[in-house]
């Protein structure tokens, strides 16, 4: 029992501490490794959960939790996962839920979709020329299809879709 209260804890902790992502396998290694496996095991967890569709974070405790204390130790390692953030966006949603006929919040709302469409095209863009993007001709008429087919109402799923089979035919 005292083993899945520690698995517990400690992804509370590594939940309330980190965003996920790369900084909370940096916590969740100090706190694992010697107490809860070994280095090699935590490599390998660390690597089957990023290989696996879904939430690398989520994979990765119930990966942890259940080397360390089996399937409950895979449910307490999960419970203490998703605990902070849902009670996070519980509270979250209930102040907005209050808030919600108060005039600035619109406002608000509508100071914030710009900022957002720019960090999007931002985020894109970086993609889109990072190093190793390979940006010529051929990227660029993907994108010029793309835009149009969703300006011509095309569902996303589908231009996404066509995008990737565009680019296997493109650039074999």
């Not at 496996?37 to 690597?47: Q, R, Y």
């Given at each position: 029992?005292?083993?899945?209260?520690?698995?517990?804890?400690?992804?509370?902790k590594v939940n309330l501490l980190?965003?996920?992502?790369?900084?909370?396998?940096?916590?969740?290694?100090?706190?694992a490794v010697g107490t809860l496996?070994?280095?090699?095991?935590?490599?390998?967890?660390?690597?089957f959960s990023s290989v696996l569709p879904?939430?690398?974070?989520?994979?990765l405790a119930m990966f942890v939790g259940y080397a360390a204390g089996g399937v409950p130790g895979a449910f307490a390692a999960l419970l203490g996962s998703i605990l902070p953030p849902t009670v996070?966006?519980?509270?979250?949603?209930?102040?907005?839920q209050r808030l919600r006929g108060e005039?600035?919040?619109?406002?608000?709302v509508r100071g914030l979709t710009p900022a957002v469409a720019v960090l999007m095209?931002?985020?894109?863009?970086q993609t889109f020329t990072g190093e190793g993007a390979g940006v010529g001709m051929k990227s660029i008429a993907i994108a010029g299809l793309s835009l149009a087919a969703l300006l011509l109402n095309a569902p996303a799923p589908l231009v996404l879709l066509g995008a990737g089979l565009l680019g296997v035919i493109i650039f074999r």
């Open positions: 029992m005292s083993r899945w209260i520690s698995l517990f804890w400690i992804f509370i980190t965003t996920s992502g790369p900084a909370s396998v940096g916590l969740l290694y100090k706190e496996m070994t280095e090699s095991e935590f490599v390998e967890a660390v690597g879904g939430s690398d974070a989520l994979q996070l966006m519980l509270i979250v949603a209930s102040v907005l005039a600035w919040i619109g406002g608000f095209v931002t985020v894109a863009w």
